[in-house]
């Protein structure tokens, strides 16, 4: 049993040493017995009692007493309690509302409302005639600040081959992704085996070496441009001559249509082909083809899988507008080559085209003059060009028109040069030399005004903003290592932020684009057209 010392009489501890200690008039240690709740002084609340503050209180007579450790654990209890008491104390002060208080202040009120009447409809009206917000559009996507690599695409028989990509070209949904494979350097590849390979982005599992489609051609395929309504349909132009429209829907079968080796077939490499409506039935399309014989021809789809010549058109020296500064030609040579075609996005009828001999013709589908040619054929052909633009120094590779303004366009050729024109003049707007090598494609963004791309002979593909610099590219990035050519690029037009590029690898790449190059700015069609109108005066 635990006792306390005192003046050298022992006394049992807890309730019987008290009594014992009260008999002979002496006081306990822990003052007078209280049944209730201690009362702090200081704080002013309820504590628990305990018997440990007896033991305390009475310094180093107790030190084997078994209290000196709960003492210690007891009182780290009693601090959080404290604590907590003492902020439940603190009762909220309710807060009163005057009975006075009068929400409508009436005359007062109604004056200041007069007062600023004029000023506010004033500042109003300004706002809403501002154009400072024009075009802007809010985005709450994170800007992402590089141009990425999203897929890197090839058929390996193709590139065992060393087949180039010569084009690339979206399907109308935006989620195929097509390239046609041939040779763009010197040689004859109108026998060379090639082909037409589609990739599915969309699908799951996609198999990088592995296209969705694949079509053996018995050509080089030069060029390829998918259907604007079909999403399978793809037209397709040879180094043989032939036009070829493809159903990648049908494996077994693919072929649609085929020129076929007639009078009206092209006698040289096909180098472009486009989807063209036709003029009273804007739910039909034709081909349009241009190639290095000089004729610019127009396929419907027939009976027996025949495209069937419609319409055609013909370059002849001898018939070239007046401001055309031309070498004489070899003796008996009289067509133009055409390398490229561009039509514009305001007049149907309106196109450009691109020559072997580096000059740009502006040219119209309603043209009505006879063309001056020997060259057979089932329609009558006419002469297109109407005006000529100040030449590259070499061939013109590639031609685009402005989606946002109906007077310009880009062109690019061998003298490393993208060329900005309008319409209304023949020398450039403005010449950027990019490369000491060839220009291969240049295309205009289908939803920055003031954006383009080009494809340089060094391995680059090249994205320009004129908004902020006119001489150098915004970003420039590396499409093959070792160098070798990028021949043909794409916008993707529905999925805006994917740019596809092929290479003298046999690789496409899906480049995707930062907001930077995809979001329109406030008031930059403005500054395109004000760049228009400064080219014109």
């Known amino acids: 049993m635990a006792t306390c010392a005192l003046r050298g009489q022992l006394f049992p501890a807890g309730r019987a040493g008290a009594e014992a200690l009260a008999t002979r008039g002496i006081a306990s240690p822990e003052g007078p017995e209280?049944?209730?709740?201690?009362?702090?002084?200081?704080?002013?609340?309820?504590s628990v009692p305990s018997q440990w503050r007896a033991v305390q209180g009475i310094r180093g007579e107790t030190k084997s007493c078994q209290t000196a450790s709960i003492a210690t654990t007891e009182a780290s209890a009693q601090t959080w309690k404290h604590a907590d008491a003492e902020v439940q104390t603190e009762a909220p002060e309710p807060v009163s509302v005057p009975s006075s208080v009068s929400w409508s202040d009436g005359p007062g009120l109604a004056a200041f409302l007069r007062r600023v009447e004029p000023m506010v409809t004033r500042e109003l009206n300004k706002n809403w005639q501002s154009h400072a917000f024009d075009g802007f559009e809010v985005n709450w996507a994170e800007q992402q600040p590089t141009v990425t690599c999203l897929h890197t695409l090839g058929y390996p028989p193709a590139q065992a081959q060393g087949l180039h990509v010569t084009s690339v070209s979206w399907n109308t949904t935006g989620s195929v992704v097509g390239c046609a494979y041939g040779r763009l350097?010197?040689?004859?590849?109108?026998?060379?085996?090639?082909?037409v390979c589609a990739w599915n982005l969309d699908r799951?599992?996609?198999?990088?070496?592995?296209?969705?489609a694949v079509v053996e051609v018995p050509s080089a395929v030069m060029c390829l441009a998918f259907h604007p309504t079909q999403p399978a349909h793809v037209a397709g132009g040879l180094y043989s001559g032939e036009v070829l429209v493809w159903d990648l829907s049908r494996p077994e079968d693919p072929l649609l249509w085929r020129t076929g080796l007639t009078d009206d077939t092209h006698t040289d490499p096909v180098y472009q082909v486009l989807w063209l409506p036709e003029l009273r039935h804007s739910q039909r399309f034709q081909v349009l083809s241009a190639a290095a014989d000089g004729k610019v021809l127009l396929w419907q789809g027939g009976a027996g899988g025949r495209l069937r010549l419609s319409a055609g058109f013909a370059l002849a020296v001898q018939q070239l507008p007046r401001n055309t500064k031309l070498k004489k030609p070899p003796r008996g040579e009289t067509e133009v080559g055409t390398t490229a075609v561009a039509f514009s996005s305001f007049d149907p009828s309106l196109f450009v085209l691109g020559t072997e001999g580096g000059f740009l013709l502006k040219c119209s589908l309603a043209a009505a003059e006879a063309a001056l040619t020997r060259m057979p054929s089932s329609v009558p052909l006419r002469a297109p060009a109407q005006f000529t633009f100040s030449p590259h120094g070499g061939p013109v590779y590639s031609v685009s028109c402005s989606p946002f303004h109906r007077n310009l366009f880009l062109s690019a050729g061998t003298d490393g040069q993208v060329h900005l024109y309008s319409m209304l003049q023949a020398p450039p707007l403005a010449s950027l030399r990019l490369t000491h090598k060839y220009l291969f494609a240049v295309r205009w963004s289908p939803v920055r005004p003031l954006v383009f791309a080009a494809a340089?002979?060094?391995?680059?593909?090249?994205?320009?903003?004129?908004?902020?610099?006119?001489q150098k590219p915004t970003v420039s990035v590396k499409q093959t290592q070792d160098e070798r050519p990028v021949y043909c690029l794409e916008f993707n037009c529905q999925q805006t932020q994917l740019l596809a590029a092929g290479d003298a690898q046999g690789t496409v790449k899906v480049w995707r684009l930062s907001t930077e190059f995809t979001e329109q700015g406030p008031r930059e069609t403005e500054d395109l057209d004000q760049l228009a109108a400064e080219v014109a005066t």
């Open 204 to 212: 799951r599992g996609l198999e990088p070496q592995q296209p969705s």
């Open 456 to 470: 340089s002979g060094e391995g680059d593909v090249q994205l320009f903003d004129l908004q902020k610099s006119s």
């Open 34 to 46: 209280r049944p209730g709740p201690l009362q702090d002084e200081t704080l002013g609340v309820a």
């Open 185 to 195: 350097d010197d040689g004859d590849w109108s026998t060379l085996k090639s082909f």
